[in-house]
């Protein structure tokens, strides 16, 4: 890779710059909402210097140059189609070409990861299999779309082919590392397959305790314990399932595939026991920052001590990145805006390049045991790194098809349904009263429409559909909860009078503690409801439509 741009590339990076400037404005922006028109505006943009650059590329190539890729420009280009991807996934375009390739980046960073560590499971690769499926049928879907609606425009027919491209790319490099993975996960013996899930299993674990905080183990030091001599246990009844030689055995495995079976699950083991015997030391320490203080080198072997200290850095940096990652996974529905993922895609990728970099310089200057402790602290290092990009691909794949304008709406639809819903499932209504909370609420939102469509500054967002169709189904549930409590009347009417003639008009003390124990389960069911943000704003008809622009787009929501 060149560090310095062609003469004949300065004029498409210069305008790739503008636009990257126009996407970051819009991402930092956060009193507007960001619009689909604007995105949309900008990605034509985008395609057009694309295929510009291209054909500048060939005719280079034509006249003898040698190009030297990616340039800096190439690496311009991602930043701007992570940025336009992103912004289509805020604005609810997340089933149209664009919004997927954010999504590819990240799948093809957990490939490369789990290529790198060699320990995955059937369980690892089948929802990345899927979800390149669900990729490539909405490529093949744009195409088509594409090619119905050529109205000869050449410009536009010239940009849907970079689209197509540049998309595809990608699609075919995740697609070839995962065919990599998949390959060797079929070489393993399938009567061997349960033993390798369950070493899989236990070295996640085992991982996963290894890279809690300090806090969490000071309150749990006896259930680690605990947790740390079952994970014993279960190692030493698959250790127990070799032979003699230290081998395991299988009936369907040629002599070759057993072979390497036998080199993949005895380092599985291996890996294992070191990993338990770690967590064993840090039960008394103050968590794996005092692990890595006692993993000091030797002094005399100064490189290592700056490639281990590099790599302390690094895993601290990741544990504080997973913290907020795992905090924006529980507030994602009020808190986030997905281009926020972009500054954590970046942050990310620039420690992968860090940590590839000391990679390089571990074969040459450690050695003995300064090797060993340094491999222990890149295990971690990487196992954080995969959590932290599994946990963008939650955030990726957690994204509702619903604009961020109308993302609020959406919130509290979500809330009245999962109320209702909870009233039917412990024996619905008392009485109607019960019902009028939820009724003015769906009342107002209702009131929010205009010929049927939620309108945002005049326009109309994406997600009407969801909406609709959510306002639809807890009106359905109000209906069914009615019918449920007129049958409750009926068939209780007959019990109740002969009750009231049994105890000839006396309450009881065992009557008397089952009302109050209603009275608080009535109280519970609404606590959630009661409790939502956006109940401390007015809900009149009147207010909403009175909103200006400016008021609406500053919503709670942020």
């Not at 010239?158 to 197509?164: A, G, I, L, V």
């Not at 590392?177 to 070489?187: A, C, G, N, P, S």
């Not at 790194?385 to 939650?394: A, D, H, N, Q, V």
């Not at 909870?422 to 909370?437: A, F």
């Amino acid at each position: 890779m060149t560090k310095t741009i062609p003469t004949y590339e300065k004029p498409t990076y210069e305008v790739l710059t503008e636009l990257y400037s126009r996407l970051s404005e819009l991402k930092n922006n956060r009193n507007k909402y960001i619009s689909s028109k604007q995105v949309y505006a900008i990605y034509d943009e985008f395609l057009k210097e694309i295929h510009e650059l291209s054909i500048v590329r060939k005719d280079e190539e034509l006249k003898g140059m040698s190009l030297n890729l990616p340039t800096p420009t190439d690496l311009l280009i991602d930043d701007v189609w992570q940025l336009l991807s992103l912004s289509f996934v805020t604005c609810g375009l997340i089933k149209f070409a664009p919004a997927t390739y954010s999504s590819l980046s990240t799948v093809f960073k957990l490939l490369t990861h789990l290529k790198e560590c060699q320990v995955y499971s059937v369980d690892d690769l089948k929802p990345i299999h899927d979800r390149l499926s669900e990729i490539k049928e909405i490529i093949e879907k744009s195409e088509e779309v594409d090619e119905d609606e050529d109205n000869g425009d050449e410009d536009a027919v010239n940009h849907k082919k970079e689209e197509s491209l540049l998309l595809r790319n990608k699609l075919n490099k995740c697609q070839k590392v995962y065919d990599e993975l998949q390959k060797t996960f079929d070489e393993i013996p399938d009567d061997l397959e349960p033993i390798y899930a369950e070493l899989i299993l236990l070295r996640k674990q085992l991982l996963n305790l290894l890279t809690r905080e300090a806090s969490e183990l000071a309150t749990a030091k006896a259930k680690m314990a605990a947790i740390a001599k079952q994970l014993a246990g279960k190692l030493k009844k698959i250790e127990q399932q070799r032979d003699e030689n230290g081998k395991f055995k299988s009936d369907s495995a040629t002599e070759a595939q057993l072979v390497s079976a036998q080199m993949g699950l005895n380092g599985l083991l291996d890996d294992c026991n070191n990993l338990l015997n770690d967590l064993n030391i840090q039960r008394d320490t103050t968590g794996i920052s005092g692990k890595l203080e006692q993993l000091s080198l030797a002094e005399e072997n100064s490189e290592a001590s700056t490639i281990f200290e590099g790599f302390k850095s690094l895993y601290l940096e990741l544990a504080s990145l997973k913290q907020k990652l795992e905090n924006l996974l529980i507030t994602r529905r009020w808190t986030m805006r997905e281009t926020d993922l972009y500054n954590f895609q970046k942050l990310l990728k620039r420690i992968d390049d860090k940590r590839l970099e000391l990679n390089k310089q571990i074969s040459a200057n450690c050695q003995g045991q300064a090797l060993r402790m340094i491999k222990r602290a890149q295990l971690l290092v990487l196992y954080l790194l995969r959590r932290c990009y599994s946990l963008i691909y939650k955030l990726l794949e957690s994204s509702e098809p619903v604009s961020e304008s109308l993302q609020p709406i959406h919130n509290q639809l979500s809330t009245v349904r999962r109320c209702l819903l909870e009233i039917k499932r412990i024996d619905g209504l008392n009485n109607l009263r019960e019902l009028y909370p939820f009724q003015f609420k769906l009342a107002s939102l209702d009131n929010l429409r205009h010929d049927g469509k939620f309108i945002v500054n005049n326009q109309v967002p994406e997600g009407q559909g969801t909406l609709n169709a959510l306002l639809a189904e807890c009106f359905d549930i109000i209906h069914e909860l009615k019918i449920e409590l007129e049958e409750k009347e009926e068939n209780g009417a007959g019990s109740d009078s002969s009750c009231d003639e049994r105890h000839d008009g006396n309450i009881t003390d065992e009557e008397d503690k089952e009302s109050d124990d209603e009275v608080e389960m009535k109280r519970k069911r609404y606590m959630g409801f009661n409790e939502a943000d956006y109940d401390m704003a007015s809900e009149s008809e009147g207010e909403y439509l009175s909103l200006s622009d400016s008021e609406f787009e500053s919503n709670d929501y942020y």
